[in-house]
């Protein structure tokens, strides 16, 4: 008896965790300013400080979304859709006019950043090697949320191996 009630607590924690599609694609485009803003610091200057543990943390909480009636993920696609092609894929391709360059212009222009080095203050920034790099981040992020297997660990290795160690390399 006791085993089929902890059963049925569970079954009730997961369907409480569990949202509705609207409200699941809600939540991550709220996050995606964040998340993106991190990712565009840790590219726009020589240090990572608190911004991939911020990222981190952002992508664990998208991770832990999951939705009604059967607690499934979102459908491979679908979390870079919101994350990626939303915010960047817009069709506007001048340099001045992408999105890219605007999250930027406001991130180096930001009181709390200007005493941070950075090589994009005197030279353009790379947005189509940006955009690349932020495309080929999400894919791989997407897989594992689609897939429910998304963890800390994997998503510093993703930070760490597609924004990190590729931000300068031409």
Known sequence: ?????????ELEELEEMSKTLGWVIYQIRSLEPQINKHILKILLFDQ???WVKSITNWLMDVA???IKPNNRYLKQGQYSEYLFNEPYENGNQSYKQ???Y???????HEDKYKNLKSIY?????????WKELLREFYIE?????????LDVNMCVYL???FIIKRRYHK
């Open 1 to 9: 008896m006791k085993r089929y009630s902890k059963k049925i607590q």
């Open 98 to 100: 992408s999105t890219i």
């Open 159 to 161: 930070i760490d191996t």
């Open 48 to 50: 990572k400080s608190t």
């Open 121 to 129: 203050r005197k030279q353009e920034i790379p947005i189509d090697k």
């Open 64 to 66: 832990e979304y999951t």
């Open 102 to 108: 605007k999250r930027c212009d406001v991130i180096l």
């Open 141 to 149: 992020v997407d897989d594992y949320l689609a897939k429910g297997i």
